[in-house]
């Protein structure tokens, strides 16, 4: 199921700064989650395998199956909200893996995206919003009014909007070491602006719900674009120190003030 990948040399030095142990894969098909069986090939390719396990404590009583699988210990790779590329420490060394669909993505956007996983390795963030939200992710459930594969798809988002805080200031710094990298996160950016703009209209209107609105502007995070309220206040290095914390607070303060409105 997988193939080991070569990188191009501006790549390659992002993987040799920031992982420079990770394996680099193409999977030969799409998934959301990798199968167990398949996941498990991985130990063909990797020293040894170290399935993820979390406290079921951790989870509300209502949560999505997938995420209470993946708190269980079954070797999980890849979760719902994963882009075309996803990494995991649950293997040594870590890996990134390469979608199937990958083959359709910009050369240029692809390999993008195989440098932010190597950056995100170098951070030593949490793999997923489970453990970066740990035990408040209880309290998170509680602060969103609505069902658990909206929860679900929140958390996931406000995960990537603190990890887009760290690792914005790497990808400005392409701009002299890596162009190329520099020039498709510019123009990746670029594409989300409109949008951005007229987020707080559609959701306003019902054009686009909340959650999917969330997702998105936190997805710009990354691309250091300006927020519109109330994402806004998820761009400070306040959420950088707090973490999950702070994106209960803001959660419990946004949606207090969505039900008020």
């Not at 199921?1 to 390659?12: A, H, I, K, N, Y």
């Not at 979390?54 to 909200?81: K, Q």
């Not at 890596?178 to 951005?196: K, T």
């Amino acid at each position: 199921m997988f193939s080991e990948r070569t990188l191009r040399d501006d790549v390659e030095t992002v993987r040799a700064t920031h992982a420079p142990d990770c394996l680099v894969l193409d999977a030969d098909n799409d998934f959301e989650t990798i199968p167990p069986a398949a996941a498990e090939d991985l130990g063909l390719l990797a020293d040894s395998l170290d399935p993820a396990t979390y406290p079921t404590e951790w989870l509300p009583d209502d949560s999505p199956a997938l995420l209470v699988r993946y708190a269980g210990g079954t070797f999980t790779i890849g979760m719902p909200g994963d882009g075309t590329v996803v990494w995991t420490r649950q293997t040594s060394p870590p890996t990134v893996i390469a979608k199937k669909r990958a083959e359709g993505t910009p050369e240029g956007f692809l390999d993008f995206l195989f440098a932010e996983a190597f950056v995100q390795l170098g951070l030593d963030v949490p793999e997923h919003f489970l453990p970066f939200f740990g035990e408040r992710y209880r309290d998170l459930d509680r602060a969103i009014p609505l069902g658990p594969a909206d929860v679900y798809q929140i958390a996931a988002a406000l995960y990537e909007a603190w990890v887009g805080l760290q690792t914005r200031a790497v990808f400005r710094a392409w701009a002299d070491d890596a162009p190329r990298l520099h020039e498709a996160w510019v123009d990746a950016g670029e594409r989300l602006e409109g949008r951005l703009t007229d987020l707080p209209s559609a959701v306003a209107t019902g054009q686009t719900e909340f959650p999917a609105a969330t997702e998105f502007a936190c997805s710009a995070v990354k691309h250091d674009l300006d927020l519109p309220a109330p994402f806004a206040a998820l761009d400070t290095e306040a959420y950088v120190e707090y973490g999950s914390d702070y994106a209960v607070q803001w959660a419990e303060k946004t949606f207090a003030q969505l039900v008020e409105e």
